[in-house]
T-cell receptor, first 120, second 110 residues
Framework: EVQLVQSGAEVKKPGESLKISCKGSGYIFTNNWIAWVRQMPGKGLEWMGIIYPSDSDTRYSPSFQGQVTISADKSISTAYLQWSSLKASDTAMYYC???FGSGYVGFYWWGQGTLVTVSS | QSVLTQPPSVSAAPGQKVTISCSGSSSNIGNNYVSWYQQLPGTAPKLLIFENNKRPSEIPDRFSGSKSGTSATLGITGLQTGDEADYYCGTWDSSLSAGVFGGGTKLTVL
């Protein structure tokens, strides 16, 4: 069974750094793209970026380029999303998701979400 | 402002049919596959339609997808109160070299 299990909720202060994770299991982690999606409170889904763990090929949405870093450690089948300096506006639910198939056809598997709260 | 445009809300009575539109451009919908997602309150999104019009095996055939030019449509027939949710379209944008989602549509089953 394919599963994406994300790290737990975080409460941080503005200016702090953070790295959240998404561990894949039940499939060949290196061979499938994993994306990160933001959902701010009461708002819609926003595509942040995507990584191919085999070679760490990463694409970012222009809106998030330079604001976050997406990485992966294929030795432990885990993808990461990190911030070097959080802002209050980073408060949101973050989901990881895996594509269904080899092309960009849709995200079938989703993590349970990681709630990030940034507040002084 | 989302790259893909969806109506903010739609509504219909139980048992009726509803359609949700998703409008884009040649750089996204026009030349890439469209997917649709259902998000119930407090849960992760769920894939309803992939590759424009295909359903995962567990998705009932009450849900359908279509694409024409730079627009896509999600159809839901035999509406049930359990279908009340937010619905999102998504695709790849070749100009942005990034994925994009629509702004979402809230379905109310009256």
């Amino acid at each position: 069974e394919v599963q994406l299990v994300q790290s737990g909720a975080e409460v941080k202060k503005p200016g702090e750094s953070l790295k959240i994770s998404c561990k894949g299991s039940g499939y060949i982690f290196t061979n499938n793209w994993i994306a990160w999606v933001r959902q701010m409170p009461g708002k819609g889904l926003e595509w942040m970026g995507i990584i191919y763990p085999s070679d760490s090929d990463t694409r970012y949405s222009p809106s998030f380029q330079g604001q976050v870093t997406i990485s992966a450690d294929k030795s432990i089948s885990t993808a990461y999303l990190q911030w070097s300096s959080l802002k209050a506006s980073d408060t949101a639910m973050y989901y990881c998701a895996r594509l269904f198939g080899s092309g960009y056809v849709g995200f079938y598997w989703w993590g349970q979400g990681t709630l990030v709260t940034v507040s002084s | 402002q989302s790259v893909l445009t969806q109506p903010p809300s739609v509504s219909a009575a139980p048992g009726q049919k509803v359609t949700i539109s998703c409008s884009g451009s040649s750089s996204n919908i026009g030349n890439n596959y469209v997917s649709w997602y259902q998000q119930l309150p407090g849960t992760a999104p769920k894939l309803l339609i992939f590759e424009n019009n295909k359903r995962p095996s567990e998705i009932p055939d009450r849900f359908s997808g279509s694409k024409s030019g730079t627009s896509a449509t999600l159809g839901i027939t035999g509406l049930q109160t359990g279908d009340e949710a937010d619905y999102y379209c998504g695709t790849w944008d070749s100009s942005l070299s990034a994925g994009v989602f629509g702004g979402g549509t809230k379905l109310t089953v009256l």
